[in-house]
């Protein structure tokens, strides 16, 4: 792949790579023992002595409970950019998993953290 098009992508993963951060943040901690892992932020319940009301409560785990596969999706996600970054340092980018063959500059285009080439992608 020609040098400007790696850089071109590399340029949208490490937005996409803020952009998600930004939104993880929002909901989430870093784990500072696990790389890459993020602990979803439990409801504090008002921090108040005894807490808010049951009634409260329930609302605040259930939202927790809503958020938890939203962090789990935004997580696997900032994998997914972190990986592709470093298969460009490491000079590995653009090939497919599957079959060691160049992904399409189009398929990089629209998902720059693709995988894997259209044809593996759809033989899984
Ligand atoms: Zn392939």
């Known amino acids: 792949m020609k040098e400007a098009n790696i850089k071109k992508l590399k340029d949208k ?3 996409k790579k803020k952009e998600i951060e930004a939104k993880l943040r929002q909901i989430a901690d870093k784990d500072p023992k696990i790389k890459g892992d993020w602990d979803l932020k439990f409801p504090k319940f008002n921090g108040k002595a005894g807490g808010g009301s049951l009634e409260e409560a329930a609302d605040e785990v259930e939202e927790y409970v809503n958020l938890k596969p ?3 999706s935004l997580e696997l996600r900032l994998q997914e950019v972190n ?3 470093d298969k460009i340092t490491q000079n590995r980018y653009g090939l497919c998993e599957g079959c060691q063959k160049p992904i399409s500059l ?3 285009k ?3 953290e693709a995988k894997c080439c259209l044809r593996c992608k759809k033989a899984k």
């Open 13 to 15: 993963l490490e937005k």
């Open 70 to 72: 939203i962090e789990h």
């Open 83 to 85: 990986q592709a970054l």
């Open 106 to 108: 189009l398929r990089l």
């Open 110 to 112: 629209i998902s720059p």
